[in-house]
């Protein structure tokens, strides 16, 4: 018995042996073409999910094209039981050949044993014919089907079948039997890899991965990110996953000679601290940071001695030797984003540089910006506080970072400590900003606010991309879609590590956060019932702080206190102060002592207050009055203060117009001559260097441009002969760079207007019906707007283009439709139609299950870590708080 045990250990030994070395030779008969290789014993198999999300691995790019090859088998037996004997627990490899720049040529290559010999040499499917030919001695099987269309080749060699649909690439794979391994090529880098490992495997070269993200263009960062990674990549995913995410590892190969990774080459990393400032309109963010800043510096330094360009030289020429404190203020982090495109903001980009020294710095850029722009009032200027520098030399993040940091005509620059924040545009520039004072960022974003801190995947160089909103972009060249893995991961993160000479890639593939259980998802949850037999108030303030995303009801009651309502599940009712009349108009939340904390902005028709309170519950008042006794009717909330905070246009009954700069200064009437009449609100700030001022539409379709002292521009009004419903905004022209006033009249033209006063252009949008009327409307806080196109009983939302995004039909006439805007993923429509509210969000999807009873409008705030929104209406004698979880 130990004889015979030995024997049978022996030979169990001897043939897991031979299983191992079989599966690992399939090297031997991979051409020297493949610039693809993916080894797998799940593609097989009739599911091959990970982790709870339930990504089909069979889906993923270039996985997904193995396991489409596979299906070859399938024609050779109509026994499912044979082909499933045959391709049971094996692992089999694929390698792809470029035949063109879109069709792949696929070789799988399946080991066999000796029972599987006999019916392989002669296939069972009576739907096919089987012919052969001989090349090098060795027979050659061309299936075809019954009308003579070849269909695939395959030879039986060495224990293996290998099969094609491609007979030339059998052919090439008994060529390479014979030659040994040679070159500079995925087989002789990879050859002694064991492709037997659990898992699946997938080696490729750097440009492989072109075929699955389409180039963008020249000046995209994302060709010059890829030169990081080594030419020849392995990567390893495993059956078994930690946490949710899906990671795909690397073992490593040999760094590319590119000169950012030279310069991260003898570098630590550093985890990422950032989230507070990045927007959340960004698509795409290349990071490149180091922890060991001193000896990074160096090796910066090194490099840039060496390193010369026409911009360098052009800051030479303006600011001389002074050009040399950009480079010793740098610090050891680079973030470089893509912003999501919208109608006029076409390739907007975002550079923070970590910078120290920025008092000496400020001084340089001053100089800099007014020796190189002709005009000197359009050099500086200041934007919520923030110093604002147009740099007029062209690609100037090249002159300081390389060959990669490109699309830079002209560069618009300020301060975030402890990053100078550069963008090719200055409308992204102010967008950024607003969010970085709004906190519409990362870390109030629960998808993104923990993303490159694990200690344990620190690398360097990062790229992480928002498949929804790279999916989205207008213009863009689409390859394949992929359904899966955008139906349910949120992110994907690629890294680099470059220790020493290796360069270690990995993909990090990020789900959506974890759905909410069925029957709370998507249903609509009354909070509470808060008795109010009597609504005082002309509009509803529900409050909320972006920073935590708490939110919170104003109420005044007859003797007009403002009473507070925080907790929702009580209901319990606070005294705040005592006003000179009900609500009358919009209310806000925002810094406007710029102290650090929020304070309420409300007014009723005789004063607009602003309330602050501290750490101690302490309320202190601020309040201004229009003059003479004059009645509120609108307060709008613009951007653009000198001190950092934003500003308030407050709207008289009669049509006059005021400001509020701080609570030091009183409410200043914004135009001394000109006598508005039927304004539509809101009133907007225009904001770029040597062009500040106001944007007022009347409804008669003149549209006037206000300089900052509230003096008509020249050219101005602008009459466009026909009516409009709503406001007009600006944006920027990417050809010129030049602001325009953008609005749409009522019958649908949108019309763009120079700062000369001239219209440019003109656009008739789809207009179905003759009585479709259109207009903008705007979120409360005027961050962001979409079109309406309304009749009786319908209406329509367009995107800022003027694209439907969807229509709603059978609405009462004069429905009243708000646009809720909490953040570029997080936008939502509201349609009051008689005593009852419904919501959409802006794939035109319906929120909640049943619509929600409201006597007036109704406001939203939105809880980001819930992924929950909060309504509040009135109805039935009871303020009413209600609830949706949309994840």
């Not at 001695?137 to 039986?156: A, C, K, Q, V, W």
């Not at 293996?160 to 002789?188: A, C, H, M, P, W």
């Not at 519409?440 to 629960?446: L, R, S």
Request: aromatic share 10%; with cysteine.
């Amino acid at each position: 018995m130990i004889i015979l045990s030995a024997v049978v250990m022996i030979l169990a030994g001897y043939f897991l042996f031979k299983w191992y070395r079989i599966s690992s030779s399939a090297w031997k008969y991979i051409p020297s073409s493949a610039i693809v290789v993916v080894s797998s014993a799940h593609l097989q198999d009739s599911t091959y999910t990970l982790t709870e999300t339930n990504l089909d691995v069979k889906r993923l790019p270039l996985i997904d094209v193995a396991s489409d090859n596979l299906s070859s088998l399938n024609l050779l037996t109509t026994d499912a039981k044979k082909l499933q004997k045959l391709l049971a627990q094996k692992e089999i490899t694929y390698s792809f050949h470029p035949r063109s720049a879109s069709e792949w040529g696929v070789i799988v290559y399946v080991p066999l044993e000796q029972a599987s010999l006999q019916w392989l040499e002669r296939p069972d499917n009576p739907a096919i014919r089987m012919r052969h030919h001989t090349f090098q001695d060795n027979r050659i099987m061309d299936i075809y089907d019954t009308g003579s269309h070849p269909l695939f080749s395959f030879i039986i060699k060495d224990n293996y079948l290998i099969i094609s649909y491609f007979g030339d690439l059998i052919e090439e794979v008994l060529r390479t039997s014979t030659l040994g391994v040679q070159g500079r090529n995925l087989k002789s880098t990879f050859s002694k890899t064991d492709l037997s490992t659990d898992g699946t495997k997938v080696f490729l070269t750097q440009n492989a991965w072109e075929s699955v993200i389409p180039k963008l263009g020249d000046q995209q960062h994302y060709t010059h990110f890829l030169n990081n990674f080594p030419y020849f990549q392995n990567f390893h995913l495993a059956t078994t996953q930690e946490g949710r995410n899906v990671s795909f590892t690397s073992e490593g190969s040999p760094s590319p000679d590119y000169y950012l990774t030279q310069l991260f080459k003898n570098v630590g990393s550093l985890p990422f601290k950032g989230h507070q400032y990045i927007s959340q309109q960004t698509a795409q963010l290349y990071r490149y940071a180091t922890a060991d800043k001193e000896q990074f510096h160096q090796n910066y330094l090194d490099w840039h001695e060496n390193e010369d360009s026409e911009a360098w030289k052009k800051l030479y020429y303006h600011i001389g030797k002074e050009r040399e404190l950009f480079l010793e203020s740098f610090g050891s982090e680079l973030i470089f984003c893509q912003l999501e495109q919208n109608n006029s903001l076409v390739d907007a980009k975002i550079l923070l540089a970590e910078f120290n020294q920025y008092d000496k710095l400020r001084v340089v850029l001053q100089k800099l910006a007014k020796l190189s722009n002709e005009e000197t009032n359009a050099s500086q200027g200041k934007f919520q506080g923030y110093d604002i520098f147009a740099i007029g030399v062209e690609q100037m993040p090249q002159a300081l970072f390389g060959s990669a940091f490109t699309g830079f005509t002209k560069t618009y620059v300020t301060y975030v400590a402890p990053y100078l924040v550069m963008s090719n545009n200055a409308q992204a520039l102010q967008n950024y900003l607003v969010d970085y004072e709004n906190h519409v960022t990362w870390k109030q974003a629960p998808d993104y606010d923990s993303l490159l801190v694990n200690s344990t995947k620190e690398c360097q160089i990062a790229m992480v991309a928002n498949l929804r909103k790279l999916q989205a972009t207008p213009g863009r060249s689409q390859g394949k879609v992929y359904g899966d893995l955008l139906a349910k991961i949120e992110t994907i993160v690629v890294g680099c590590q470059i220790n020493g000479r290796q360069a270690i890639p990995s993909i990090t593939l990020i789900p959506k956060k974890r759905a909410t259980a069925a029957k709370v998802l998507n249903k609509t949850f009354l909070n509470i019932d808060i008795e109010w037999p009597q609504l005082y108030d002309q509009h509803l303030a529900a409050l909320q702080n972006p920073v935590d995303g708490t939110s919170e009801l104003l109420l005044t009651d007859q003797h007009y206190n403002l009473l507070k309502v925080e907790n929702f599940k009580t209901g319990k009712i606070e005294n705040i102060i005592q006003l000179d009349g009900n609500l009358k108009t919009e209310s806000f939340k925002v810094d406007f002592l710029n102290i650090g904390r929020q304070q309420r902005i409300l007014a009723t028709d005789k004063s607009i207050y602003a309330i602050d309170q501290d750490d101690d519950s302490v309320y202190t008042t601020f309040r201004e009055s229009l003059p003479l006794g004059k009645e509120i009717a609108a307060v709008y909330l613009v951007d653009g203060g000198q001190d950092g905070s934003n500003r308030f246009i407050i709207r008289s009954q009669t049509e006059e117009l005021y400001i509020w700069e701080s609570v030091t200064s009183p409410l200043k009437k914004l135009s001394q001559s000109v006598k508005f009449e039927n304004i539509q609100g809101p009133i907007l700030a225009l904001n770029q260097i040597g062009n500040r001022g106001f944007i007022v539409s009347q409804r008669n379709g003149k549209i006037f441009l206000l300089g900052d002292t509230g003096m008509v521009k020249r050219g101005f009004p602008s009459d466009l002969l026909t009516r409009t419903a709503g406001p007009f905004t600006w944006t920027q022209n990417h050809t010129t760079g030049q602001p325009e006033l953008l609005g749409v009249s009522i019958s649908g033209q949108l019309i763009r207007i120079n700062l000369a006063g001239k219209i440019v252009s003109k656009k008739q949008l789809l207009r179905p019906l003759p009585g479709a009327t259109f207009k903008i409307i705007f979120d409360r806080n005027s961050l962001d707007w979409v079109l309406t196109r309304s009749t009786d009983s319908r209406t329509a939302i367009l995107d800022q283009n003027g694209k439907e995004l969807f229509e709603i039909k059978d609405i009462m006439p004069n429905a009243e439709i708000q646009y809720h805007f909490f953040g570029a993923d997080n936008r939502f429509i509201s349609i009051k139609s008689g005593s009852y509210t419904t919501l959409f969000d802006l794939q035109g999807n319906r929120l909640g299950d049943k619509a929600i009873p409201s006597e007036s409008p109704i406001r939203i705030t939105y809880q980001p870590g819930y992924y929950k929104l909060l309504i509040f209406s009135h109805s039935e004698e009871k303020i009413q708080i209600w609830s949706i979880k949309l994840r």
